[in-house]
């Protein structure tokens, strides 16, 4: 599969530069002080400011999180790891390159690749494909300006109602950018160098937005080389006072070798190896994206209407224990309304969607032979549809406490058609065809007795319902569809947020009684043979999402040096309940306890240094039998740099200054000790990295 490279250093000298852009050298100089004045707090209709952003999320009844791009604008931000590592209750790990697991709640928990229960949106517009699949490379944390964290469903506010939530990845426009201008370069470990580029202009009603970012890495293991090549665009013009339409553009290309899983012995004490099958089999993933969306907005009488359009084109080439070659679009339209207005003399807040979205996926299927297509084995088409109708509202009965109250109706298809006439059970024709429905109901309590302290509790129903990957599976008959039950969850939680002086919390307490999980386990993960699927009858998800932040100092040397520390705590109690085979065991897959500690020191010349440890007391258990648990560990790393008045920033990521051997990921299976060879013999881990620096220069002018 032929990506082509793109001049990204060309383009961006160009943009920088061009006349039609910058209209002359004298209106440009004028223009930019203006936009880096714009750019601090600025927002428009379809895209408000940072601090609108955050008052948004805030707002929620229920377990929330947001991160501002200033937080990791001068590190080293090259996975969502490092985006969401400091967020209660994410876990998100990476197993090579840019592939991650990502679990909120125990979403997808099990699962040993791409994403499952959780749903991704940039701009709050949908990226992941219409059965619910997705992945995370097309996610560019150069090209952010802020980040949503709705946990459970407490995503409703955007239509989704999986056990996991939503997160919402918002890009920068003209008016939210750091600076109009920003060209960056990162190099570092493993043969590490990264470009990227920003340019953004306000002309009139009209504003542009342009971002690129080229990576280039040999990796830490053998076999792990990856080319990524990520491009976004936004442009936004108001068409008239109060109507705005805002048109995005992005292309993501990637190519990545895959290093594969190793033993247990190999991970701990040889982790730079690859697996010998991945090596044989040239296993990689080349996967092409482009991705074009649209939101008009409307200021109404009341409240404010987005209607939001999409379509995103992908293209897969995928040589693992066969060539995984696909190729597929998805579409859909999502108007939702948001407005407040009085009932009875009393405050009410409501939101009110529907989504329509649907998508077509050629699925085909040959041998591996080094890479390469070698005889075809499988040719089908999936495809998914979805409608949606969502509703919240928040009535405030006292001018303190608030009555959320909300509901999710949907209706999910999904039809497989195998077109046969292949090797094994793909020699026959088959079809099937599922469709999914419920209404998700959501009730709670907002109390917030201070402006920054909130208290809150709420109820919420989530359905998750089967992606092809779950519903095709490969098995001694072949690739078969396997008709499986939505997952079907009651959530309850309680919690609080806000700061009072130095301390500053956030603290969430919730339990899931989840029926028909969606379970998996890797039926041979040495082979990268891809995982099974199956209800379990009964589990629980429960758990702690913790965050505190103090400021230990606001002067500590009489200069206004400050020094913060800060500690994040997710616990983990996912379990089975009175399981036939597995009884009450621990699920396999993500380990008990996750915590996060940092100590930052500020300096007000510019200087930072910003110590932290990474820290799993206890590893997570290999298999659902729990007969194996990898070891815990604890990392030490180190964030340092200098912002100066100029517009310049410098900065150096050092991570695992110890060279601490780790497991940082699993394929589950079923029972370690029962599979060939033994535990021993199971090669199901991702080793982490490890000892590695990476540096970097910014310039925003």
């Known amino acids: 599969m032929f990506i082509p490279q793109l001049p990204w250093g060309v383009l961006a000298v160009a943009l920088i530069t061009s006349p039609a852009i910058a209209q002359g050298q004298e209106a440009a100089s004028a223009d930019l002080s203006e ?70 709640r125990g979403s997808g928990i099990s699962r040993g690749f791409h994403l499952r229960g959780l749903e991704l949106l940039q701009d ?12 995370f490379y097309q996610i560019d944390p150069l090209a952010l300006r802020s980040v949503e964290v709705y946990k459970g469903g407490n995503a409703l506010t955007f239509g989704a109602t999986t056990l996991g939530g939503a997160i919402n990845f918002v890009t920068p426009t003209a008016y939210t950018a750091f600076a109009p201008n920003i060209l960056r370069i990162e190099a570092g470990s493993f043969g590490t160098i990264r470009e990227n580029f920003q340019v953004s202009r306000i002309s009139g009603p009209a504003d542009l937005l342009i971002n690129g970012t080229l990576t280039n890495s040999d990796g830490y293991r053998a076999h792990e080389t990856q080319r990524t090549q990520n491009f ?57 994206t482009e991705r074009i969306a649209n939101r008009t907005s409307f200021v109404l009488d009341v409240g404010k209407l987005d209607i939001d359009t999409w379509a995103i084109h992908k293209s897969l080439y995928h040589p693992i224990f066969q060539v995984i070659d696909q190729d597929g679009w998805t579409y859909g339209i999502a108007p939702r309304w948001a407005g407040t207005f009085d009932v009875a003399g009393f405050r009410n807040d409501t939101i009110l969607g529907l989504r329509a979205y649907a998508g077509q996926n050629s699925a085909l299927q040959f041998n591996n032979f080094a890479g390469q297509r070698n005889g075809q084995t499988l040719s089908a088409m999936q495809s998914a549809s979805n409608l949606e109708a969502y509703g919240e509202n928040r009535f405030w009965f006292l001018p303190d406490v608030a009555l959320m109250t909300g509901a999710k109706l949907f209706s999910s298809n999904r039809t497989y058609s195998n077109k046969g006439g292949f090797t094994g059970a793909s020699r026959l024709p088959s079809f099937a065809n599922e469709t999914y429905e419920g209404v998700n109901p959501k009730v709670g309590l907002l109390w917030q007795p201070l402006p920054d302290i909130q208290v809150f509790g709420d109820i919420t129903r989530s359905r998750d319902v089967p992606d092809f990957s779950d519903l095709t599976q490969t098995n001694t008959l072949g690739t078969t569809f396997v008709p499986l039950q939505a997952q079907r969850a009651w959530t309850y939680e309680a919690g609080t947020r806000g700061r009072i002086d130095r301390l500053a919390w956030d603290v969430t307490l919730y339990r899931s009684q989840i029926r028909d999980e969606l379970i998996n386990f890797s039926v041979n993960p040495g082979l990268s043979i891809p995982a099974a ?41 996912f379990r089975f309940v009175a399981d036939p085979v597995f009884r009450n065991n621990q699920i396999a897959g993500i380990p008990k306890d996750v915590l996060r500690t940092v100590v930052t020191y500020t300096h007000p010349g510019g200087f930072y240094l910003s110590p932290s440890v990474d820290w799993v007391p206890r590893g997570a258990f290999a298999d659902h039998a729990n007969t194996l648990q990898v070891p815990g560990y604890a990392l030490f790393n180190i964030q340092t740099g200098i912002d100066f008045k100029n517009g310049v920033s410098l900065f150096l990521d050092a991570r695992n200054l110890t060279d601490e051997r780790t497991i940082s990921d699993i394929s589950v299976v079923t029972n370690a000790s029962a599979t060939v060879g033994g535990a021993a013999a199971l090669a199901a881990f991702y080793p982490g990295a490890g000892r590695s620096f990476f540096g970097g220069i910014r310039a925003s002018f």
């Open 35 to 104: 936009l880096s004045v714009q750019g601090a707090s600025a927002g428009s209709l379809t895209v408000p400011s940072v601090e609108q952003q955050r008052a948004a999320v805030n707002a929620t009844v229920g377990s929330v999180g947001f991160v501002d791009a200033k937080t990791f604008q001068n590190a080293y931000a090259n996975t969502l790891r490092d985006v969401l590592k400091d967020q209660p209750g994410v876990f998100v790990q990476q197993r090579y390159g840019q592939e991650l697991r990502l679990s909120v």
């Open 232 to 288: 976004n665009a936004n442009l936004g013009y108001q068409l008239a006072p109060g109507i705005e339409t805002r048109f995005y553009l992005g292309i993501y290309l990637t190519d990545q070798k895959l290093p594969g899983t190793l033993t247990l012995f190999n991970a701990l004490n040889n982790p730079t190896l690859a697996n010998p099958s991945a090596i044989t089999g040239n296993q990689s993933r080349k996967a092409g």
């Open 533 to 573: 699927t199956f209800n379990a009858p009964r589990t629980v998800h429960q758990g702690v999402e913790a965050a505190l932040s103090l400021d230990v100092a606001r002067d500590l040397t009489g200069i206004r040096d400050t020094l913060t520390a800060s500690q994040i705590w997710t616990h983990n109690d």
């Open 124 to 135: 709050g517009i949908p990226v992941n494909l219409a059965d619910g699949s997705g992945d």
